[in-house]
């Protein structure tokens, strides 16, 4: 870490450094911090204790298995940080995804041969689910679960050796999903969308919680899915509608910035749900591909009535602000770095990469800016 991030860090620690009672605690998170932080290539418990000078992994692995802390509060401390920085209450954006962290054995809290993203294949690994924000000013990671298959949650005894309680029942990656935007929304920070892939948008309880909210989505659906049409109790698969659109219902756009250039696409949308809610609209969007004309996405969207569709396809193209932040995550602040097993230990080691990964978006925010310091809110650790 450079000097010129000293005071920027300090101010950044102590926001949440009350969580940590004790002054060894305390010390042992700056310097977790400091090391995921710092260029080491891999940011575990052993590499992070020598780039602290420590001559073993034991205090690491001690704040993250022993020392009595609150990851949770920790959490909400980040994501508090996060929007205060870059909050936007028309543009901020809620963003739900998942990604898988690759591992061996069979130890490892909700370790399993499943399909991970990131290998692109069933692997054994488990699976995060994360809600990222993100705004024109930047974007950061917020809040996280650990994915449990149904082969721990029915074997109590194998989730007690590796911590988990049994009050943990078996929770879908979507349920998850709700149970993070729930916080969100609870916690009152600013937002205008939310965005998520197939997996969350096709699940029916998601929709109609957001929509009961009355919170603008573009929620990815497979081609499957079902939707009310404008016609009396009319029903048709995503698909079906789009293909029956005259060629000149699609639009050329961009939505968004890519490493090549904008990324353009031909966009349509149609009218579904024949009893509309006043001053509310809801779409079956696609978005289809340039080169590849049978490559077409499908999207339902719930928005403020005479929103444009321009709106709509930005919301849609802010889904790779989440994939940013796993790719910085894991190769700047040591997401996937971890060689831990307990649950508890999980979400402590995710926790503080992702406030790592906070603070580097902040950061990037306030050198805009200008501003060297950040203000601190609560200036006692050590």
């Known amino acids: 870490m450079t000097d010129g991030w000293t005071g920027a860090f300090d101010d950044f620690v102590a926001r949440f450094a009350g969580r ?8 042992r998170m700056v310097s977790y911090l400091r090391g995921l932080l710092s260029e080491t290539e891999r940011k575990n418990s052993w590499t992070l ?3 602290a000078g420590d001559g073993g992994p034991q205090g690491m692995q001690r704040l993250l298995n022993h020392y009595l802390w609150d990851a949770d ?10 929007v205060e920085r870059l909050g936007d209450p028309e543009w901020g954006i809620l963003i739900l995804d998942e990604t898988g962290f690759l591992k061996k054995g069979v130890r490892s809290a909700g370790v399993a041969r499943q399909y991970s993203g990131t290998a692109g294949r069933i692997e054994n690994s488990q699976v995060g689910v994360f809600l990222a924000y993100g705004s024109g000013m930047g974007r950061a990671l917020i809040d996280r ?11 109590r005894e194998r989730c007690r050796a590796a911590g988990i309680g049994d009050d943990v029942e078996f929770t879908t990656k979507p349920d998850l999903g ?28 998601i929709r109609i919680w957001l929509e009961e909210h009355d919170i603008p989505h573009v929620l990815a659906v497979p081609k499957s899915q079902m939707v009310m049409t404008m016609e009396f109790f009319g029903q048709a698969r995503a698909h079906k509608l789009i293909g029956e659109l005259p060629n000149d219902a699609w639009t050329r756009m961009s939505c968004g910035d890519g490493a090549h250039g904008p990324r353009e696409y031909d966009w349509a949308a149609a009218a579904i749900r024949p009893w509309r809610r006043q001053g509310w609209d809801h779409w079956l969007m696609a978005r289809r591909s340039v080169t590849d004309p ?29 994939e940013e932040c796993f790719q910085t995550a894991k190769n700047e602040t040591g997401l996937d770095h971890y060689q831990v097993r307990g649950y508890t230990a999980w979400y402590r080691h995710i926790t503080l990469s992702m406030a790592a990964l906070a603070f580097l978006a902040i950061l990037r925010v306030e050198a805009k800016k200008g501003i060297r310091k950040l203000v601190p809110l609560n200036p006692s650790y050590p």
């Open 20 to 27: 940590f009672g004790r002054v060894e605690p305390r010390r």
């Open 49 to 51: 204790a020598e780039a």
């Open 73 to 82: 509060a920790v959490r909400d401390d980040v994501r508090d940080a996060v």
């Open 145 to 155: 679960e650990l994915y449990l298959p149904k082969e721990w949650t029915s074997n």
């Open 178 to 205: 709700l149970r993070m935007l729930k916080r969100a929304v609870e916690s009152g920070i600013p937002f205008g969308w939310v965005t998520a892939d197939e997996v969350y948008g096709q699940t029916s309880r």
């Open 294 to 322: 049978t490559d077409i996405a499908y999207y339902i969207c719930f928005c403020p009535a005479g929103t444009p569709l321009e709106k709509l396809v930005q919301v849609a193209g802010s889904r790779w602000m989440v």
